[in-house]
């Protein structure tokens, strides 16, 4: 006898508390049912339920194994549920949270491409640079940039991101280009949000302090400042990118290049992750092939 055999009709008579009840529900005669109990208990070397003309009443033992294959059961449907929801169109509503700047100019394209494949999809994007309680405040989806901080949280990669120095042409030009990192207490260093810029020498990791005229919490001013020569930047591949391809600024110092970082997709250990947000995260994991480390 299979493991399996029996479960299904001793879960349905434990929930009926009748062996015609739980034979109208699978469908199956009253016979087919008795049998495959009676098996079963002779399988187990226990008794399941007590039987009178009147009645049937699950045992102790019984109840004890029913609580152990209705998950086993409940966790079948969920199965089945969510394979029958890869062939069905996604609907409903998805929160995710991403950081501006990056969502603004990658991801936000990204899911504007899914909706439109996926119309009846609600999405609710919120940016923001603030660490989000996902669970808390009932988010589906987060996308996080570099090292993760948070392991009560799944995470899946779906790509990478690489720290460039830069410098126009006409800056450089003019005030030389610095080979070693203790030359760039000669430059005009444009600031964002932190002093020290992150390289590594050999396998050590360097924290150079630099200073300039001018800063700005946002990437995109910082790189408008270094095309029209005012100084030197640090920022991620995706602000430089373009300009980069075009010669408009120039890589510095890459021998001393932090490794990439990783872009995940993260979301809640304890939630189910449904077919839509896997949709989601497949999707983005694709456009943002490319740039996979």
């Known amino acids: 006898m299979s493991n399996w055999e029996g479960i299904s009709e001793f879960a349905a008579v434990a929930e009926t508390k009748s062996f015609t009840d739980a034979a109208a529900r699978l469908g199956v005669s009253t016979a087919h049912v008795s ?17 009178t003309t009147r009645k ?6 019984g ?3 029913y609580n152990h294959c209705r998950q086993v059961l409940d966790g079948l ?26 969502g603004e100019s990658i991801i936000a394209p990204l899911i504007n491409d899914f909706v439109t494949l996926y119309p009846e999809l609600e999405v609710n ?18 996308i996080r940039l570099g090292e993760l901080k948070d392991s009560t ?15 126009s042409p006409d800056y450089l030009a003019a005030n030389g280009e610095p080979q070693i990192l203790s030359e760039l207490e000669q430059h005009n260093c444009l600031q964002g949000t932190i002093d020290n810029w992150r390289f590594t020498e050999g396998n050590t990791p360097r924290y150079i302090r630099v200073t300039g005229n001018i800063r700005y919490n946002s990437g995109w001013a910082l790189v408008d400042a270094a095309l029209k020569g005012i100084g030197i930047v640090q920022l991620p591949d995706y602000y430089l990118r373009t300009h980069m391809d075009t010669g408009h600024l120039l890589p510095l110092l890459d021998v001393f290049r932090v490794p990439d970082e990783g872009i995940w997709a993260i979301y809640p250990h ?11 995260i ?12």
């Open 270 to 280: 304890n939630r189910q992750l449904s077919p839509k947000v896997r949709l989601l």
């Open 63 to 65: 109840q004890i194994y």
């Open 125 to 142: 994007v919120v940016l923001t640079n603030q660490m989000l309680d996902l669970v808390a405040e009932n988010y589906d989806l987060a």
């Open 282 to 293: 497949d999707h983005l994991h694709s456009g943002l092939s490319k740039s996979v480390c």
């Open 77 to 102: 449907d969920e199965a089945e549920r969510a394979i029958t929801n890869l062939h069905q169109t996604p609907r409903g509503r998805l929160n995710l949270t991403a950081p501006v700047t990056y």
């Open 35 to 51: 049998r495959q109990i009676t098996a079963l208990e002779t399988r187990l070397a226990v008794k399941l339920f007590y039987r």
């Open 153 to 167: 949280m799944m995470a899946r990669q779906l790509a990478c991101r690489t720290q460039y120095v830069c410098a």
């Open 56 to 61: 049937v009443t699950i045992t102790e033992t």
